[in-house]
């Protein structure tokens, strides 16, 4: 069984930073992609950046603060947020797709959240 676990989330304030950081681990033999989600109350859970062997993606409200990167050897992807602003307060998620273990050829796995608070 592949598990997701993340850390580096807490309370900082504005113009802050924080570095998240998500270690898969279990019988992996590669990971496609892995990226970081955030959501808030009542909206949809939104992509916030994305790393795979061709390159990074991010959303438009993050460009030029947070930057993506990931280990591949340790399973981890990272994401450091610079100049926060309140509106970057979310559960941010970890995601780990096309995952091949043992057992699955194309997994798909989720980290449990961590809070991300951005005070003003």
């Known amino acids: 069984q592949v598990q997701l676990v993340e850390s580096g989330g807490g309370l900082v304030q504005v113009g802050g930073s924080l570095r998240l950081s998500c270690a898969a681990s279990?019988?992996?033999?590669?990971?496609?992609?892995m990226g970081w989600y955030r959501q808030t109350p009542g909206k949809q859970r939104e992509l916030v950046a994305g790393?795979?062997?061709?390159?990074?993606n991010y959303a438009d409200s993050v460009k030029g603060r947070f930057t993506i990167s990931r280990d591949n050897a340790k399973n981890t992807v990272y994401l450091q947020m610079n100049s926060l602003k309140p509106e970057d307060t979310a559960v941010y998620y970890c995601?780990?797709?096309?995952?091949?273990?043992?057992?699955?050829?194309?997994?798909?796995?989720w980290g449990q959240g961590t809070q991300v608070t951005v005070s003003s």
């Open positions: 279990g019988t992996i033999f590669s990971i496609n992609a």
């Open positions: 790393i795979t062997s061709g390159g990074t």
């Open positions: 995601n780990a797709n096309g995952v091949r273990t043992r057992w699955t050829y194309n997994g798909d796995y």
